[in-house]
C-alpha cells in the first residue's frame, strides 16, 4: 500500500505513541483546564499542524540531518524545555499581574496564540522527531518506487489517529473543568496547575538531555 509494509503494525504503533502522555498531549490538557474547549481544540489544531511540518521534512529528507548531527537534534530537545519553561512564566505572570489569559483566549488574537504555541510545541517536541527520524522508515518499502509519498501515507495516517486523540483530550478535559470552573478559586488552581505543569515538563526534558 503505497510502498509501505506492515501497515497495521505501524498504525497500532502510531497509536500506542498517541496515547503515551508526552508534551503535546499535556499542552492540550492544560489549555483545556485553565481556558475551556474552545482553547483546547484550538492547541489541538496547532499540535496538528506542527505534526504536518514533522511529515513534511520527514518526506523530503531534511531529518536526516539529525542523523548526520546530533547536535542539532539536542539543541531541537532544549529549545522545546526552553519554550515549555517560558509558556509556564508566562501564565504565571499574566495571573500575577491580573491578567487572565482565559479571557484573552477568548479573542481571535487570542485563540492564534494559543494556535501557534501548540504549534510550536510540537516542532519542538523530540519524540516526535525520533518518530519521523528513526521508526517510521522501518514501515516503508525499500524497493518500492512511491518515495516521498510513503513518508507522507504514513506520516499523515500518524496526524490522522493523533488529531483525533487530542480532540478527545481537549473535549474530556474541558468537560471535566466546565463543571468546576465557576468556582474562582478552582479556576485560579487550574491555571496554577497549567503554569506549573509547563515549567516542570520543560525542566524535566532539560534535565534529561544534559
Known amino acids: 500500500m503505497f510502498g509501505t ?9 502510531g ?5 503515551t502522555p508526552g508534551q503535546d498531549t499535556l499542552y492540550i490538557i492544560g489549555r483545556s483546564l485553565a481556558q475551556g ?6 492547541s489541538a489544531l496547532g499540535v496538528g499542524s506542527g505534526c ?5 521534512a520527514s518526506a523530503i529528507g531534511l531529518y536526516s540531518l539529525l542523523a548526520l548531527f546530533p547536535v542539532v537534534f539536542t539543541a531541537i530537545c532544549w529549545s522545546g524545555a526552553v519554550y515549555l ?4 512564566v508566562m501564565i504565571w505572570a499574566k495571573r500575577k499581574s ?3 489569559e482565559f ?6 488574537e487570542g485563540k492564534w496564540v494559543i494556535y501557534r504555541q501548540g504549534m510550536i510545541t510540537n516542532l519542538l517536541n523530540p519524540k516526535i522527531a525520533l518518530f519521523f527520524l528513526a521508526f517510521l522508515p522501518q514501515f516503508i518499502d525499500p524497493v518500492s518506487n512511491f518515495g516521498f509519498l510513503s513518508f507522507l501515507f504514513l506520516g499523515f495516517t500518524f496526524l490522522f489517529t493523533g488529531t483525533i486523540w487530542c480532540l478527545v483530550v481537549a473535549i474530556c478535559a474541558s468537560t471535566v473543568a466546565d463543571t468546576l470552573r465557576e468556582n474562582e478559586k478552582i479556576q485560579l488552581g487550574f491555571e496554577y496547575f497549567t ?4 515549567i516542570g515538563l520543560g525542566i524535566s526534558i532539560f534535565w534529561s538531555h544534559i
Not at 504536518?52 to 513534511?56: K, N, P, Q, V
Open 5 to 13: 509494509q506492515h501497515f497495521f503494525t505501524f498504525l497500532l504503533a
Open 15 to 19: 497509536i500506542a505513541l498517541n496515547l
Open 37 to 42: 474547549r474552545t482553547s483546547g481544540i484550538v
Open 52 to 56: 504536518a511540518i514533522h511529515i513534511t
Open 85 to 88: 519553561i517560558f509558556l509556564g
Open 98 to 100: 491580573n491578567m487572565p
Open 103 to 108: 479571557k484573552f483566549a477568548s479573542t481571535s
Open 195 to 198: 503554569s506549573l505543569l509547563f
